[in-house]
Structure formats: C-alpha cells, structure tokens
C-alpha cells in the first residue's frame, strides 16, 4: 500500500522518558525482529504508557506483521486519545484499506484532512482510496498535491506508476518507476514493482540488460549479482544464471544454497552431464536429502523421463515430511510428462513454504 503508519516525530512523544522507550522499541525490532517489539510496546502500554504515540508506534508494527484486524482495533485506541491529530485517522484509514474496507479508509482520510490539509500522507492515503474506486482523475491529482507538498516523497511517484498501469500507460508508468530506482537504486519494493512491470509490458530483454548494467557497476555488491541470477532463471535466461553462479564458486564465495541455485540453472540450460556431476558433490556438503531429490527430479523431467523424475519428487516430499501430490493433479489419466511437472510444482511449494515456516519460527 503507498502509505503505513509512523509514529510521530520524537518531540510530539512527550517526554524524554516517552522517546527514549519508542527508541528502545526501534532497537528491540532490529535486534530481535517485530514480534519481539510489538511484545514489548504491548508491555509498555499495559504498564500505563497511554499516549497515542504508543498505540501509532504498535500500528506500524502490527501492519508489518500482515495483522491488520488488531492494527485497526490500536488505531482506533489512538484515535480516541487524541482525537484532534491528523496522524491516527490516517493509521485507520490505512489498516481500513488494508482490509479491503474502502469506505471506512475514506471516512479515516478525510477525517485526517479535515484536521489538517496540508498532510502528505493523509493525501496519499485518500488517493489510494481514489485508485481503489477506479476514479484515476482524482487519484492523480491528489498525487500531484503530494509531490507539491513532498517532492521527494516516493510514494506517491509510486502511487502515480500504479495509476498509470491502471490506465494501461504501460510505458508512463516505467518510466516513473525508472526514474525513482535511478534516484535511489537500494529501493528494493521500488524496483521489484519496476521489474515485475517490465516483464508484464514483454520487455524482459531490456529488463535483464538493465540489471546486467546494475551488477556490473557494482561488482562488490553481492546482492546485485544473486538478484540478476534470479530473475534470469525466472525469465527463462538460464545462461545468464549459470554465468553468474558459476562466477560465484570460481571466486570460492559460495554456500551451499548458491551450489544449488548453480545447479538448476544448469538443469534449465540443457547441460546436464555438469548437473549430474555436481548433485553428487552436494551430497557432502550438508545439502538436504529433499532438496538434492529434488534437483534429480528436475534432471529426470529435462531428460523427459517422467515416472523417474515422479519418483524422485515422491521421495523429496517423503524426505521433507510432505504430503504426497493427491487430486486431479495427479491422476495417472494424465499425459505422463503433465503428471511430472504438477509434481514438481507440488515438491516446489511445499518445501518453499516450509522453509518459509521454519526460518520465522527461528526469528
């Protein structure tokens, strides 16, 4: 969404002891993550911290959490201490849009403008609400009242990119986005929606080449060079992968998770005997049973061997604790190639999503 609530400055949080706690609370989320701050604030607030700040503050951080019912329910708290302040009627309006409830972020939004007309964020809140009803007009335009009032505010250049996707301004629409990575280039969230929106206009040639520019102007920065084998992969260039893995593990800075990564590029690029080659390596270095079942499926399906390649994806989910592929996904009435690829796409998403599951309980 193109707004999320911030507490407000340090000097509207009262005391010195109140800004030194939202500080403290700042601190807690970077070294030890949200869950751990929102207990925290959550203490904090039980223990007779009552100003709004505290409740805006808790906002923020159960929004980053995706739970936008209690993000509300604190909104509303803040609101009601401090009803005179733009801030907690904008934090309503955002949790409101969050959970679909349209009317109520524009009752919230204009509430906040009411009280105060020249808020960048109530403004970009209610040209969200605009863009939702389809009124691109009035959402431009609101658009354009931001940037007058914030200049620098990526936001709303943001908001404007979506406004003109909607409108089918493919082309308008990159280049806003464009012109906001080359202004600040470690925008991540920004440059995913650029990307994404290049390969949605078919212009993935370009996309590549573009982050093939970023990577090598800034050879040092890892991140860069993962984020081009990534995309490549994604893109159907695994050539373009395979190169820049494999320039990993010549310069010895390579995981295992890259040797992996190395490894289905070289699957997706036809060159299978390396592939095979490097599945045994792993073997000894503390690859897991369910993802090298995996890369051997995929080497199996390449080879249009489908009951091995079946097999092998059967084993991977047993090896992960996984349900097997059940339904009408999986019916032997199926082309036998057909029934490999829902296979692999089953192996894929379950073991992703216990991944995903077991990095955050570790957090």
Not at 32 to 58: C, N
Not at 145 to 152: E, G, I, N, Q, Y
Not at 329 to 350: F, G
């Amino acid at each position: 969404m193109p707004v999320s609530p911030t507490p407000s400055s340090a000097a509207g949080a009262g005391a010195g002891g109140a800004r030194a706690k939202l500080v403290r609370i700042r601190e807690i989320e970077k070294s030890q993550g949200l869950p751990e701050a929102e207990r925290a604030l959550v203490e904090l607030i039980r223990d007779g911290e009552q100003s709004h700040h505290f409740f805006l503050a808790l906002v923020r951080i159960l929004i980053k959490q995706k739970k936008y019912d209690d993000a509300l329910r604190a909104a509303t708290k803040a609101s009601s201490i401090a009803p005179m302040e733009a801030e907690p009627h904008v934090a309503i309006g955002v949790a409101s849009l969050r959970l679909d409830d349209n009317e109520r972020a524009a009752q919230a939004f204009a509430a906040a403008l009411r009280i105060d007309p020249n808020s960048s964020r109530a403004n970009l809140g209610a040209a969200a609400v605009k863009l939702a009803a389809e009124q691109y007009d009035d959402a431009m335009e609101l658009c354009e009242r931001v940037l007058k009032l914030d200049p620098t505010l990526e936001r709303a250049r943001e908001l404007q990119a979506r406004i003109n996707m909607k409108r089918g301004r493919g082309d308008l629409a990159i280049n806003d986005l464009r012109e906001l990575v080359d202004s600040n280039p470690e925008n991540r969230r920004t440059k995913r929606a650029f990307l994404r929106l290049m390969h949605t206009e078919g212009r993935s040639e370009e996309m590549l080449d573009y982050l093939r520019a970023d990577a090598e102007a800034n050879p040092d920065d890892k991140r860069r060079q993962n984020f081009l084998a990534r995309i490549a992969m994604r893109v159907g260039q695994p050539d373009i992968a395979v190169q820049q893995y494999g320039e990993k593990i010549e310069a010895g800075s390579a995981k295992v998770g890259d040797r992996v990564r190395y490894i289905m590029a070289l699957v997706e690029a036809g060159e299978i005997d390396k592939a095979q080659e490097l599945v045994l390596e792993l073997k000894g270095q503390r690859a897991s049973q369910p993802i090298v079942s995996l890369i051997n499926g995929d080497i199996a399906l390449k080879l249009e061997d489908a009951e091995l390649a079946i097999r092998h994806y059967e084993a991977a989910c047993r090896a992960a604790d996984l349900a097997p592929l059940d339904g009408p996904e999986a019916e032997l009435s199926l082309a036998p190639l057909d029934r490999a690829r829902n296979w692999r796409n089953h192996t894929i998403k379950l073991i992703t999503a216990a991944r995903k599951q077991r990095h955050g309980n570790a957090a």
